[in-house]
């Protein structure tokens, strides 16, 4: 894990790091479902989430979090209200990392970033998405102590794949 004494930052996105987030969001797609999503599928979905899309979700005041080490952009989480009903009332929409900054901690800066941000909004209870696939998600989550609260399939690129909510109280 990653010292408390190293060169981290966590911020919410400006307009300036659109650029960066369609970077980060291409590279760590392509790491995370090359083969579980259909290619052409895949990179449709990057190329409609590119540096206007981010511009854009920054402007309507979308929470967009960027994490920084040692001056580089190296990932980003979104997260708000959740999107279904229920009693968890805060999601974390996404939390991705460039591919070589995975598995070293810097997720966990993100979505401990997310939790503070959902809590200072009062939204209790913790919601999170992860394709079943993703094992590195579900085990990431896990480790945090996430549980799986259910589970449904979505077609994705004419693909069925699984998805499990993770939930904390």
């Not at 402007?59 to 920084?68: D, F, M, Q, S, T």
């Not at 598995?103 to 992860?130: N, P, Q, S, T």
């Not at 449904?152 to 909510?165: D, F, H, N, T």
Request: glycine share 10%; net charge positive; charged share 25%.
């Amino acid at each position: 894990m990653l010292s408390a004494s190293l060169d981290v930052d966590v911020r919410r996105a400006r307009i300036a790091d659109a650029p960066a987030l369609a970077e980060i969001f291409g590279e760590s797609w392509r790491a995370t479902y090359r083969g579980v999503i259909p290619h052409n599928h895949l990179e449709n979905m990057i190329r409609r989430r590119g540096t206007a899309r981010w511009r854009s979700s920054i402007r309507a005041g979308e929470l967009v979090l960027l994490i920084e080490y040692e001056g580089k952009n190296v990932g980003y989480a979104t997260c708000g209200t959740a999107r279904s009903r229920g009693a968890h009332k805060g999601e974390i929409y996404e939390i991705y990392l460039l591919p070589d900054y995975q598995g070293v901690g810097f997720g966990e800066y993100l979505f401990e970033a997310c939790r503070c941000r959902l809590d200072e909004r009062r939204l209790k209870g913790l919601i999170v998405w992860a394709l079943a696939e993703n094992t590195g998600a579900a085990n990431f989550y896990w480790q945090l102590g996430g549980r799986p609260l259910v589970s449904s399939y979505e077609r994705i690129g004419g693909v069925r794949l699984e998805k499990i909510a993770f939930t904390w109280d």
